[in-house]
Structures are given as C-alpha cells and as structure tokens.
C-alpha cells in the first residue's frame, strides 16, 4: 500500500541520519502540540511545513505519542502507530518484568514497535524478532530513545535459524490480540504453543502475555500464571514456564509492587452477613485469579454483590492494606426508593452493580453537585458510599 510505502520511507530516512531525526522529532513536536490544542487536521496541513506525502503517517506518530503520555517516560519521542499506542506494553509493567526475569540473554518474537523489549534490553542482551516492516524499524528507533544497544531482525521468526537464538535462552512473546485470539488463546500469532514446541529444547524458559481474560485451566500448561493490574485495574496475564518457587497463580499490584501467590492455603469469605459499614472493590487482578483468600483480614469481610464485572465486599471496619478501594457508607435505601433518593440528594450518583445500558443515563445523569456518591447493591438494599482517599 502507498501509505506503508511512505510510513517506511519516513523510518528509513529518520534511522539514516541523526539531524534528519531531530527535524522529523522537531515537526512531530509541532504536530502534537497542535493537536493537544484542538486544531483540525485541515488546519495542521496548511500550516505545518512536511511533505505531503508524508503527512498523514507523522499525524498518525504525533497522535500516538499524545495516547501514551502516562505509559511512558520518553513519549515525546517514540515511535509508535496507532495499534502499538494502544497495545504496547506500558514502561512501569516493561520495567517490573525486566527485572523480575532470570538474567540471560532474551529474544522477543513479534516484538512489535520494541517498547517491552527495550525494558529487557536495560539489563540483558536482546534480539527482537518483528516481521512487520515498519514496527521493527520503530523498535530500533526507539531502543535510540532509551539508549539501549538491542539487535532488531526484520524477518518472520521461522526464517530466523535456531542457532541465531542460541542455547539457554529466554524467550518472550506478547502475540498480536485479535478479536478472535482474545476469545480463543489457539489463534494467538506468534502460536505460544508453537514456539514451545520449535524451541523447547534450547529455551531457557518461556514468557508470553496472554489476553487478560483467558482461563488458564484452558491452557494446562505446567508453570506460573501472573495476574496484573495497574492502578487496580487488570492489565496483564502472563505465562512462566519455570518459576523458582513453582507457584502456579501470582498476582502483582503496581504501582506497589505488592505481590500475592498461592504458595499457602487461603481464608473462606463469608456471605451476607448484613448491612455493612465499609464496602470494599477488590483489585480487579486478586479476582481474576483467585487470590482473593490471601488478603490479610479478608476473613472479616464478606461478599455483598457479585456480577459479570465486579465483586463488591462488605465489613465492619476498614481492612489494613486492603488492596482496592475503600468506602464508608453512609446511607441505606430500598432499591424502589433510589430514583428518588437521588432527585432529593443533590448527588452526582456512580452506580457499581450492573444495569440496563438503556436505562443508565436517565437513571444516573452526570449532571448534579460536585460531590459525587456510588451506589451499591446489598440484596434489595442499595447503599450509598462515599469514597475513602487513601493517604
């Protein structure tokens, strides 16, 4: 296609030459700050001095380094499309997995435009394998953004010799999530199942990021699960192929870094046991993965709402260290009586159990006072909460 044709031809030129990338940084700067500043993309044309040709490819660059602000410390300069924007791994979740994998050489395949593998290559040797032309040519621009020295093979990996990848090596793999791959884990391309299979005699271990949602028990394959969310919400589930301790699921909360594992049996939580005073959403990854009985005082909680989504707990008093969020309830009402409660109230309502999405904005207008209440279901009973800041 014409516009891969450009995209490459703008890579190629910005690898060549070190001014020739600080001019094309210069113009995506120029770009960005336009468009973070609601300009049309008819009015960047007229007034943004780039070829024509080129245009479109360095909006779509400028665009996504805006989409990563908060992933990555380096934003203003990466190289990224608009699917790696959304898919790349996040540099806090790249950093916590470099350093938590044995040391040893590393070769990522399908590396995509390299931000994972750039994490690798801050404490290891890394080759990535990318056979998309002009992802493997951001991976190497963007291992320049962070100062890395790491090989880039612009190949399928099935054309890339065993004997490149070398003996006792780690090999990672984050394959493309399509919507049908999300839903069945056999579709995954590359095929973790594949790569296992073409080098299990020379790997080391096995890493491979697996759609968040996937059941494990699916899987059966012999290693450590690692459930992971950021900022409490489900990020990453990732796949061990060796573990030091042989632990099957693993959660990890970052920014914290606070881990949980099923090494030890864990505490029942009790059910219904009345109208409680705290409400308690759990971090999303603790129930995903069945780790939810390790939480130290989980025994004095218990389970008030469950659907599709969430887990909502109840207690008598705030749980030391609880891993979620916490809040204090300070209302109870028949479920009949909610629409009421909340013309009276003066409330901005955010509803935490499941509705009809017809019914959503006439039952929850955004409109109301600047402090805003969460409902909760508890049986008929709906409680409202306000949310405890954890200092």
Known sequence: MAENAIALKVLNRALSSRRILEDYNAMLDEIADRLSKGHSVSTIRKDVQARTTELPFLLEVAASRLRVKDKFTRWERVWLDRYSSQYSTPEIVGKYRAGLISEGRLVDIGC?????????????????????????????????????????????????????????????????????AVKDPALLNPSPEELMHLYGDIAEQFIFDLPPRTDPMELGWDGTYEYMSVQNVHSRLTFYSSSERRIRKRCVLLPSGRTFDDSRAGKEISRNLGIPTFVLLPDESIVRSGLLGMIDEIDQAWE?????????????????????????????????ALDDWIK???????????????????????????????AFKAGDTILIARKREIA
């Open 112 to 180: 995509g435009s390299g931000m994972q593998a750039v994490m690798f290559a801050e404490r290891r040797e890394v080759t990535g394998i990318e056979n998309n032309p002009i992802r493997s040519r951001m991976a190497k621009l963007n291992a320049g953004v962070y100062e890395v020295s790491m090989e880039v093979i612009g190949k399928d990996f099935h054309e890339v010799t065993r004997e490149k990848l070398g003996k006792r090596t780690n090999v990672f793999s984050d394959p493309v999530r399509t919507p049908r």
């Open 304 to 336: 008030v709402y469950r659907d599709k989504r969430r887990l909502v707990l109840g207690c008598g008093k705030p749980l030391h260290g609880f891993p979620g969020d916490i809040f204090e309830v300070e209302d109870s009402i028949p479920e009949q």
């Open 344 to 374: 009276r109230s003066g409330y901005r309502i955010i509803p935490r159990f499941e509705i009809d999405p017809d019914r959503f904005y006439d039952r929850f207008p955004n409109e109301g006072g600047n402090a805003a209440r969460y």
